[in-house]
T-cell receptor, first 114, second 110 residues
Framework: NAGVMQNPRHLVRRRGQEARLRCSPM?????VYWYRQLPEEGLKFMVY????????ESGMPKERFSAEFPKEGPSILRIQQVVRGDSAAYFC????????????FGSGTRLTVV | GENVEQHPSTLSVQEGDSAVIKCTYS??????FPWYKQELGKGPQLIID?????GEKKDQRIAVTLNKTAKHFSLHITETQPEDSAVYFC?????????FGGGTRLMVKP
């Protein structure tokens, strides 16, 4: 079991470029959650998705950020026109139908905007 | 929605001492309470969890207690070691959602 796979591990983008972060959930997990973590801070919930559906995006900025979890392939967190303030670690977690049975994090993508 | 408060935000102990981290939650419907350890540069890892039908759970040097009436739960680490130094997060939830506390940075001094 490969666990939750996130790539890339490190991503450098210039201001104004687009960032695409990918998350492949654990085998058998159909729920994906994205979090943002600034240095020395906690985990800030962004969005919760099931296959082809966004369930809760209450933590996601209204502009420039979007997320998807297609029927086939990984979940994608997309940040358009990145700014320096987007620099952070982005973690995804996955779970099966009930969090009691496992809520597992990936190793994260560290985004640096220069 | 659920709100989880975690204290203290930083905790420094001598090697061999015990460490206690406390969390409170607001939603009485929450029935699952996991704890995660995050080491520098890594993702959070589940270290122990407890469900609402259990008051206490122990795994070697770590234990969790849950008081559903008061809506608080705690992580206890005994005989701390330098490798316990990390950020610890509590969480509370039910169904498909977890809400995390703000984290506690634990430093174990040799």
């Amino acid at each position: 079991n490969a666990g939750v796979m996130q790539n890339p591990r490190h991503l450098v983008r210039r201001r104004g470029q687009e960032a695409r972060l990918r998350c492949s959930p654990m085998k058998g997990h159909s729920h994906v959650y994205w979090y943002r973590q600034l240095p020395e801070e906690g985990l800030k919930f962004m969005v919760y998705l099931q296959k082809e559906n966004i369930i809760d995006e209450s933590g996601m900025p209204k502009e420039r950020f979007s997320a998807e979890f297609p029927k086939e392939g990984p979940s994608i967190l997309r940040i358009q026109q990145v700014v320096r303030g987007d620099s952070a670690a982005y973690f995804c977690a996955s779970s099966p139908w009930d969090i009691d049975y496992g809520y597992t994090f990936g190793s994260g993508t560290r985004l640096t905007v220069v | 929605g659920e709100n989880v408060e975690q204290h203290p935000s930083t905790l420094s102990v001598q090697e061999g001492d015990s460490a206690v981290i406390k969390c409170t939650y607001s939603d009485s419907a929450s029935n699952y309470f996991p704890w995660y350890k995050q080491e520098l540069g890594k993702g959070p890892q589940l270290i122990i969890d407890i469900r609402s039908n259990v008051g206490e759970k122990k795994d070697q040097r770590i234990a969790v207690t849950l008081n559903k009436t008061a809506k608080h739960f705690s992580l206890h680490i005994t005989e701390t070691q330098p490798e316990d130094s990390a950020v610890y997060f509590c969480a509370a939830g039910a169904g498909n959602m977890l809400t995390f506390g703000g984290g506690t940075r634990l430093m174990v001094k040799p």
